[in-house]
């Protein structure tokens, strides 16, 4: 281990892994001692255990706090969906893990393919600054992204405004199906949403150490490891070695 690398990953004495505590499917509990538990949290502490050091989780309530808070010296990595708006300040890796993203349409709805969405009148309700909400902004031509605070207020807006669709997860979707009667989740993916491990830019050697730790790990079959431990086989998938 260089010294370059200790000493861009835990400055402190401590790796300190910033949590996107949105994430569910990441995020899927907490330790006896409260901490955050779940694929991502024990992949941060695999990363703690190589380097030599303890960590300590900084938990943020959305990726976009998470993201935004890069300059502010209170993480060293961050677990979050990797996203070129979010790269102009964050060296990513390549991504550990993907989630489908596609869109839930309500009864009777004439929208019966993901790419007939993006059209015009169409309103999609999506949580704001998500990662797949970055994506959509950059990609839909037509339709119009109506914005809430994380899936359930996406939920919220989607149900109480009527909206056309509710962009998502495919397996948040799966949950949220059992409160829209009728409703339908459309086959098919818009995007992958493809998580990641962070750091800052000015971290060249941390960013090299941290994505040839990200490939050794999908090969060695320590991340399908993690994603039957914590149950979430089927909804979380193993990213495509690089």
Do not use: C
């Amino acid at each position: 281990m260089s010294d370059d690398v200790l000493n861009q990953l835990a400055p402190t004495g401590v790796l300190r892994a910033g949590i996107n505590m949105a994430n569910k499917l990441l995020v899927t509990g907490a330790t006896p001692s409260g901490e955050p538990d779940g694929v991502g949290p024990e992949f941060a502490r695999n990363v703690a255990e190589r380097l030599g050091v303890d960590i300590v989780y900084v938990p943020f309530p959305t990726p976009g706090e998470l993201a935004d808070a890069v300059d502010d010296n209170v993480w060293d990595i961050g677990l979050i969906g990797a996203e070129p708006t979010r790269a102009e300040k964050i060296e990513f890796t390549a991504a550990y893990v993907e989630i489908e993203a596609t869109y839930l349409v309500p009864e009777g709805s004439p929208l019966k393919t993901v790419e007939d969405v993006d059209s015009e009148g169409v309103r999609i309700a999506v949580s704001g600054r998500s990662a797949y909400d970055l994506y959509l902004t950059r990609s839909l031509k037509h339709a119009e992204l109506h914005r809430a605070q994380g899936l359930p207020g996406a939920l919220e807006l989607f149900l109480t405004e009527k909206l056309d669709a509710l962009a998502g997860l495919r397996p948040a979707l799966n949950t949220d199906i059992g409160k829209v009667p009728g409703g339908r989740i459309l086959d098919g993916r818009f995007t992958a949403v493809q998580q990641a491990v962070g750091t800052a830019k000015a971290n060249a050697a941390a960013a090299a150490f941290l994505s040839g730790f990200v490939e050794e790990a999908k090969a060695d079959g320590r991340i399908g490891a993690l994603i039957e431990k914590h149950g979430v086989v089927g909804r979380l998938s193993v990213a495509p070695a690089i």
